[in-house]
């Protein structure tokens, strides 16, 4: 029975089709396996050699797998029903086939080997992007890359003869075949004069594209982050980032990550985004700053020196007595941590201004950091065992103090409002 490659869609006359996934258990004992019959038949239909989701299965299920490629056995160790492996393979799916724009199939993953990552290029509608490269499947993929046929083994070379042969078959046992997904889509592509060169013209400007990104990534670091200044600032002179949408927050990070700054980007981002009016920029550019620091201890210290170097050098006058007010709005919109904080409140640094000038926005943001200090302590407390004694006295209440107020250049600030 075939099941539809997406099997969020409901619509029986969806085109993608694959085979249901058949399971054969042999053996027993320690010698126990679990062989997917038709591993092959499901890998032409997704377009993915089947090594790939046989590998998968066994990342997802801690097991180990064997790859048979002469007789077409594709083995996970251990005992697994049709059911879990259909669901693993629905994962499998999300992840390294559909694409993330339009959750078309029709994708084709490209090994760039100078960096270690996968690209992900949709045919329907030419989105790309790059491959979640936490999974342990990345490592697999980046060691055996896919053959420009698409379905064939990492392991056997395919000549182009063969693989002609197999489109023009006509009365051939082929999983598409079986599976609805014809060979014959050859009348997809305009075939006049125009739609030709339009189509080499695109190839070009790809190609050129490939060219200057691997340019790139040959020079030095600090011509990559001019670079990343260039781009981002044209995005913001053109009123790009006012609004900051997913797609444009999407794309500076992607400019970042093929440059390889990630760390440093909030560099440039706090040299570009902001002036004296910073602490109402920063909710502002929450989203775009986000994307860059969370779960990044380094490149929140990277923004902690772009700030340094704002407050210290570039509006020292306006921005030195309003430290306090700035660090807060930052720890506030979680753009930076409290660990990061801390840890830089341990050591005074003359790296990205003199050390006179780091020592004293130190000082502007120690009722931060005293406030940070004993708020942990306090938690810590919490977590000890408490003894509670049960009385019928009234309880009394006692006053709370005066909250402490600290002058942050003409405003005061609540520290227990932080």
Known sequence: ??????????????????PRLIAKVEGKGNGIKTVIVNMVDIAKAL??????????????????????????RYIVNGSHDDAKLQDLLDVFIKKFVLCTECDNPETHLA????????????????????VDMRHKLTTFIVKNPPESIDGASPN?????????????????????????????????????????????????SMGAQGLTSTADLDKPEQDRINIFYNFVKTRRDDGQLNECSTAVITSVYAEAQRLEI????????????????????????????????????????????????????????????????IFKTAYDTDILEEDTLLEW?????????????SQLIHQKAKPLIDWLKSASEES?????????????EKPQVEKR??????????????????
């Open 1 to 18: 029975m075939a099941l539809n490659v997406n099997r969020e869609v409901t619509d029986q006359y969806y085109r993608y089709k694959m």
């Open 47 to 72: 377009g993915r050699p089947p090594t790939y989701p046989t590998k998968f299965f066994g990342c997802e299920l801690g097991a180990q797998t064997q790859f048979d490629l002469k007789n077409d």
């Open 111 to 130: 090994v760039k080997q100078r960096n270690g990552i996968i690209q992900q290029r949709c045919k329907a509608c030419g989105h790309q992007t790059l």
């Open 156 to 204: 056997k070379k395919v000549s182009k003869s063969k693989a002609k042969d197999n489109d023009q078959s006509v009365n051939g046992n082929s999983a598409n075949e079986e599976n609805g997904a014809d060979d014959d889509d050859d009348w997809v592509d305009d075939t006049s004069a125009d739609a030709v060169a339009k189509r080499m013209k695109e190839q070009l």
């Open 262 to 325: 990630l760390d440093k980007a909030p560099l440039v981002l706090v040299e570009l985004l902001f002036d004296e009016n910073i602490a109402k920029q920063i909710p502002k550019y929450r989203a775009l700053l986000l994307r860059f620091t969370q779960e990044n201890t380094k490149a929140q210290r990277y923004l902690l020196g772009g700030l340094e170097q704002l407050i210290g050098k570039v509006h020292r006058e306006t921005l030195l007595p309003k430290v306090l007010s």
């Open 345 to 357: 409140d341990q050591k005074i640094s003359k790296k990205y201004v003199d050390k006179e000038t």
């Open 380 to 392: 810590d407390e919490d977590e000890e065992d408490v003894q509670i004694a049960f009385t019928n």
């Open 401 to 418: 103090p005066e909250p402490i107020k600290v002058k942050d250049g003409d405003k005061e600030i609540d520290i227990d409002d932080i």
